[in-house]
């Protein structure tokens, strides 16, 4: 053995290590809050944005499982059931006076109710549903895909997001400004795959689960899938909308490429 | 009788990509824990199975007071305080998986943490790729890691060598020895590269584009799985590989791993 008095050293090694990994962790919280830091960090979502967008062509679909795979507990997150009085007034006469608004920069804004949105094209799928927290579960989904809508309303040329807002208020605030909404890149809203659905396992969409239509954006995380969607707006910009980050959870600090 | 000898035992790159390796492996595990933090459930498959994970931790009501439940295949374990249930920083009682003191940050919140875990992820993945690239092309995974014929048929013998505590010297000291060889290998090919494998197959978008990867692992959920199991994997490979730095000579191996120079003992006279 070189060392000669190895308790010491041993005694001595332990004591750095815990005040070096205390010093970690509380310069790691400290660091956290730091805005360059922020700045370094998100560098690596753009690296893994630009990254899985190389690698993954834009007609490369989610994988689809079988009606055996469905889940039998599909789990519902964040807004369950939204008090907004807005809402509770569609939910109570089950949506007929209901329209889905399709405006921004389009040459021709729609207004669809439910009925005139079940008459256009559909697309069926069951897919995996991945939560940012980890879990994750199989569903079916029927519904208009977002593309036949775009085209409907023929987006402008200089649209480059789809943005959209919804009814429910998760923190319960009560201010318009602080309603769920999100957005995607033209690549997703394209996307075969990429629907508004109004059926779940061959069901009306329930409350829960965003009634009457949620979104579907199969190859991102579950919060870009946004539910009790009440307006589509095309816009060129997002960095000018509310928090500036794209999306609910996105003005909270997740990121706005949620494909990991 | 052999004299004392200094040789020069690791290169530059090896002790360059260790130490930003050991440094990167921190920060994932502590805001990988973040991150489960988040849901602190396993299951095996495509999707989560709610009602029967393999393991979950969180806190159960028992009586007047919450108790810290660890399930690990449907055996129940208290671990209050420490897993499951903790204490907040006000004191109040905290449901969560592992302690936040153990996370980053230090409190819950899971998109730093995501922010944390995947900065440091492409870290590990240039780290990780410059330490092969060079281990290929200069020969020190053929000349200082592949075990060699005498090596394998050594391997009983370094075993009880091991389990004596009693380390090689002279000239057996200058190479690895086999057991070395072969935990290095299994960590640096099998084990560090599976954590990323596991780590991508998580993501919808990697997953869309390579769909064989959730066919070779076995689902997402799986995946998930054997990310947390290998990482456990490594952080015991950590305790035991400090373990050995400090039981055969934490100066000279610490000094090995910082300058290159190792100090060979005079093997003992027979």
């Given at each position: 053995m070189s060392g000669q008095r190895p308790l010491d050293r041993r005694g001595f090694i332990t004591r750095g290590l815990a005040a070096a990994s205390a010093t970690l962790l509380g310069g790691c919280d400290d660091l956290s809050d730091q805005p360059w830091v922020k700045r370094v960090l998100d560098s690596a979502e753009t690296l893994t944005r630009v990254t899985q967008r190389a690698l993954l062509s834009p007609q490369a679909l989610a994988r689809e499982y079988s009606e055996a795979d469905l889940s039998k507990e599909f789990k519902a997150n964040g807004s369950t059931d939204p008090q907004e009085p807005d809402y509770l007034a569609h939910m109570k006469n089950g949506f007929t006076d209901w329209k889905l608004a399709v405006g921004g920069l389009v040459e021709q804004p729609l207004s669809l109710s439910l009925d005139e949105l079940r008459a256009m094209p559909s697309r069926t799928q069951i897919t995996r549903h991945d939560c940012v927290e980890g879990w994750s579960c199989i569903g079916k989904w029927k519904g208009v895909p977002l593309a036949a809508l775009l085209e409907k309303a023929k987006l402008k040329g200089n649209a480059r997001y789809i943005v959209f807002?919804?009814?429910?208020?998760?923190?319960?605030?009560?201010?318009?400004?602080?309603?769920?909404?999100?957005?995607?890149?033209?690549?997703?809203?394209?996307?075969?795959?990429?629907?508004?659905?109004?059926?779940?396992?061959?069901?009306?969409?329930?409350?829960?689960?965003?009634?009457?239509?949620?979104?579907?954006v199969e190859r991102q995380l579950g919060y870009k899938m946004a539910k009790y969607v009440m307006r589509i707006e095309a816009v060129d910009e997002i960095a000018t909308i509310r928090g500036?980050?794209?999306?609910?959870?996105?003005?909270?600090?997740?990121?706005?490429?949620?494909?990991? | 009788m052999e004299k004392r000898e200094v040789i020069y035992r690791h290169s530059g790159a090896v002790r360059i990509t260790h130490w930003v390796n050991a440094l990167v492996l921190l920060f994932l595990l502590m805001s990988g824990l973040q991150i489960f933090n988040a849901h602190p459930a396993l299951y095996l498959g495509s999707k989560s199975t709610f009602d029967d994970?393999?393991?979950?931790?969180?806190?159960?009501?028992?009586?007047d007071s919450d108790k810290g439940v660890t399930s690990i295949l449907g055996h129940n374990f208290d671990t209050t305080g420490v897993l499951g249930l903790g204490t907040d920083a006000d004191g109040s009682p905290d449901e969560r998986g592992f302690p936040w003191s153990l996370t980053i940050p230090g409190h819950r919140d899971l998109s730093m943490g995501r922010r944390w875990h995947f900065f440091f992820a492409w870290l590990f993945v240039f780290n990780g790729l410059a330490y092969l690239a060079w281990s290929l092309l200069s020969g020190h995974l053929r000349?200082?890691?592949?075990?060699?014929?005498?090596?394998?048929?050594?391997?009983?013998?370094?075993?009880?060598?091991?389990?004596?505590?009693?380390?090689?010297?002279?000239?057996?000291?200058?190479?690895?020895?086999?057991?070395?060889?072969?935990?290095?290998?299994?960590?640096?090919?099998?084990?560090?590269p599976l954590m990323l494998i596991t780590g991508l197959a998580m993501s919808p978008g990697m997953d869309a584009a390579f769909p064989l990867l959730l066919e070779i692992l076995g689902g997402r959920q799986t995946a998930r799985t054997i990310h947390f199991i290998t990482a456990s994997g490594i952080v015991v490979f950590v305790v035991v590989h400090i373990v050995m730095v400090v039981l055969s000579g934490v100066w000279n191996n610490l000094r090995s791993m910082i300058t290159g120079r190792y100090v060979i003992e005079p093997a003992e006279e027979s």
């Open positions: 807002y919804c009814a429910d208020n998760l923190f319960d605030t009560g201010e318009e400004k602080d309603r769920y909404y999100e957005s995607v890149g033209l690549v997703d809203a394209v996307h075969p795959q990429t629907i508004l659905a109004y059926e779940m396992n061959d069901q009306t969409l329930a409350v829960a689960h965003g009634a009457p239509l949620r979104l579907r500036g980050q794209g999306g609910f959870w996105e003005d909270l600090g997740y990121e706005w490429y949620a494909g990991i | 994970p393999i393991m979950a931790m969180g806190a159960v009501r028992v009586g000349r200082d890691l592949a075990p060699s014929g005498r090596d394998i048929k050594h391997i009983g013998a370094s075993i009880l060598e091991h389990a004596r505590l009693k380390f090689p010297r002279g000239e057996e000291a200058k190479r690895y020895n086999v057991l070395q060889k072969l935990t290095y290998l299994i960590v640096a090919l099998v084990l560090l």
